[in-house]
């Protein structure tokens, strides 16, 4: 028995077949570029904001009599992640060095997670921003 593909329905096959590669590119694109990312290959509830320089002086070791050392000058660089204020306090953390969620607890006991996936992979400085025109809205599927 021999199995043969007319023409059109090959080119139907071919065309259906480019649409989803290309919808597929398009869509990782999309989704990898949705924050903005450079270290991270996925945040949720956080964004980036940037990298901070935090400098501060302190002794570090001391010397053979057991003295602290003079002080030094010790710079830090850290992405800046901004978190929406609304969120609330942090009340955990759980994960590890591929992904970290943060846990936050609002002042109604409204509970929320951030991911972040690469997280042990820099250093982090994480701050929270005002929100404004905050809306909620429950969504039933």
Same mark, same amino acid.
Not at 49 to 70: C, N
Not at 82 to 100: A, F, I, K, N, R
């Given at each position: 028995?021999?199995?043969?593909?007319?023409?059109?329905?090959?080119?139907?096959?071919?065309?259906?077949?480019?649409?989803?590669?290309?919808?597929?590119?398009?869509?990782?694109?999309?989704?990898?570029?949705?924050?903005?990312?450079?270290?991270?290959?996925?945040?949720?509830?956080?964004?980036?904001?940037?990298?901070?320089?935090?400098?501060?002086?302190?002794?570090?070791?001391?010397?053979?009599?057991?003295?602290?050392?003079?002080?030094?000058?010790? #710079?830090?660089?850290?992405?800046?992640?901004?978190?929406?204020?609304?969120?609330?306090?942090?009340?955990?953390?759980?994960?590890?060095? #591929?992904?970290?969620?943060?846990?936050?607890?609002?002042?109604?006991?409204?509970?929320?997670?951030?991911?972040?996936?690469?997280?042990?992979?820099?250093?982090?400085?994480?701050?929270?921003?005002?929100?404004?025109?905050?809306?909620?809205?429950?969504?039933?599927?």
């Amino acid at each position: 028995m021999k199995f043969e593909i007319s023409k059109p329905v090959f080119a139907l096959f071919m065309g259906v077949m480019f649409g989803v590669a290309v919808g597929s590119l398009l869509g990782g694109t999309v989704v990898a570029s949705q924050n903005g990312q450079d270290g991270f290959s996925r945040l949720f509830g956080v964004w980036q904001a940037g990298v901070v320089e935090e400098t501060h002086d302190m002794s570090v070791g001391y010397d053979v009599s057991g003295k602290e050392r003079s002080r030094k000058t010790l #710079e830090e660089r850290r992405e800046l992640l901004v978190v929406p204020s609304h969120y609330g306090s942090l009340v955990g953390v759980t994960g590890g060095v #591929e992904q970290s969620v943060l846990w936050y607890q609002d002042n109604a006991g409204v509970i929320r997670n951030i991911l972040i996936e690469g997280a042990g992979l820099s250093p982090l400085r994480i701050d929270p921003k005002e929100t404004f025109k905050r809306k909620a809205k429950m969504i039933q599927r």
